[in-house]
C-alpha cells in the first residue's frame, strides 16, 4: 500500500498515516514495527516516555528500508523540559533509536502547571536549526498553548499531536491549526479501540462499504485531512488499517460520523495533566 503524503510547514512530506507504538512493550516492539514496514508503513511514531525507542531502532535497521523513506517521530517527555533539559533528552532519544536525526520532534505535553513550554520550544527551535530534528511539533496543545508559541517564538510548529477521534471531533483546534499552517496529527484515532469500534453506527457503515468499523474510522480521518498513527500489534490489523485509500466515504455518511462527537476523552485533559 502507497501512503499519501501531507506537506508540512517546512516543506517536508509526512506520510499521512503511520505506525504508533504506545505501550509496547519493549521487548515486544520489534516485530509489530516490522510488520508494519513490511505492510508499507513509512511512518513510526514513538516517545522516550514509552520506553521503547530502543527496539523502534532495532527494527528500523532490521527492516532494510532506507533511512531517507522513512520518517521517525519521538517526543520529549514532561520531566524533561526546560532549555538544557530538552537538549539533553533530545541526544537521549537519538542514541537509544540509533540515529542522527529525527523526522519530527513533538514536546508531548504542554504540562501548563510547570509553565516551561515556551522555553522548550526554544531548545526545539535549536535543535531544527541543527537539522537534527528535520521537523519540530507539539503535542496535546491547546489553542491558549499554541497562541503562546506563535506570539513569544520564532517557529511555527509544524504538527499538533493531539487526541483526535469521531467521539471527540476537536473542530476549534483543527479550525486554529488551519488558519496558522500547522497539520493536525490524531492520536488514540481508534479512541483505543474498545467502544467506540462496537457503535452501531459505525458497524452499519462498515457493512455497506464492506470494511471493518477501523476502516471507516481512518477512511474518516483521511477525508478529514487528518495525519493519523493506528497502533495494533496483530499482524491482519496492522494489514488492515493500512488499506483505507481504495474507497471513500460519501459526504452523506461523513455527515453522519460528524454525529458520533461525544467529547468525553479517552486521555487526559491537557488543562491538567503534567
Ligand atoms: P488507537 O486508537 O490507535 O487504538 C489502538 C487499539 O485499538 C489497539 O490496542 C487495539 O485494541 C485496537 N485496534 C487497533 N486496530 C484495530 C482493528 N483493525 N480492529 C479492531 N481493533 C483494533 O490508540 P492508541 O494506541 O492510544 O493511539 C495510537 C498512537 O497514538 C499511539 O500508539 C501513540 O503512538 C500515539 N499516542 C500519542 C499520545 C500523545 O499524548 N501524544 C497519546 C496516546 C497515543
Known amino acids: 500500500t502507497q501512503v499519501p503524503n501531507i506537506t508540512l510547514n517546512t516543506g517536508a512530506a509526512m506520510p499521512q498515516l503511520g505506525f504508533g507504538v504506545f505501550q509496547v512493550p519493549p521487548d515486544q516492539v520489534v516485530e509489530p514495527v516490522v510488520e508494519a514496514l513490511r505492510a508499507g508503513y513509512r511512518s513510526i ?66 504540562a501548563p502547571a510547570q509553565d516551561r513550554y515556551v522555553e522548550t520550544w526554544k531548545a526545539m527551535e535549536k535543535l531544527h536549526s541543527e537539522g537534527r530534528a528535520k521537523a519540530i511539533g507539539v503535542s496535546n496543545f491547546q489553542v491558549s498553548h499554541l497562541r503562546r508559541l ?62 471493518s468499523p477501523a476502516q471507516i474510522v481512518l477512511r474518516w480521518h483521511v477525508q478529514l485531512g487528518n495525519i493519523t498513527i493506528p497502533k495494533s500489534v496483530t499482524p491482519s490489523r496492522i494489514r488492515e488499517n493500512i488499506q483505507v485509500f481504495d474507497f471513500e466515504l460519501s459526504d452523506e455518511d461523513m455527515a453522519t460520523l460528524k454525529g458520533l462527537e461525544t467529547g468525553v476523552r479517552v486521555g487526559p485533559d491537557p488543562d491538567n495533566f503534567g
Do not use: C, M
Not at 69 to 94: H, I
Open 45 to 110: 511514531d514513538t516517545a522516550a516516555v514509552y520506553g521503547n525507542e530502543e527496539g523502534v531502532g532495532r527494527a528500523i535497521a532490521e527492516s532494510g528500508v532506507a533511512r531517507e523513506d522513512l520518517f521517525v517521530t519521538t517526543k520529549v517527555w514532561n520531566d524533561r523540559q526546560g532549555y538544557d533539559s530538552t537538549l539533553a533528552a533530545f541526544d537521549e532519544s537519538l542514541a537509544r533509536l540509533g540515529l542522527d536525526y529525527v523526522d519530527l520532534y513533538l514536546i508531548h505535553w504542554p
Open 150 to 211: 506563535l506570539d513569544e517564538t520564532d517557529v511555527v510548529p509544524a504538527v499538533n499531536q493531539i487526541e483526535l477521534h469521531p467521539r471527540l471531533q476537536q473542530e476549534e483546534l483543527r479550525a486554529f491549526h488551519a488558519e496558522h499552517g500547522i497539520a493536525t496529527e490524531a492520536w488514540s484515532p481508534l479512541g483505543q479501540g474498545k467502544g467506540l469500534l462496537d457503535d452501531a453506527t459505525l458497524a452499519s457503515l462498515a457493512e455497506k462499504y464492506g470494511r
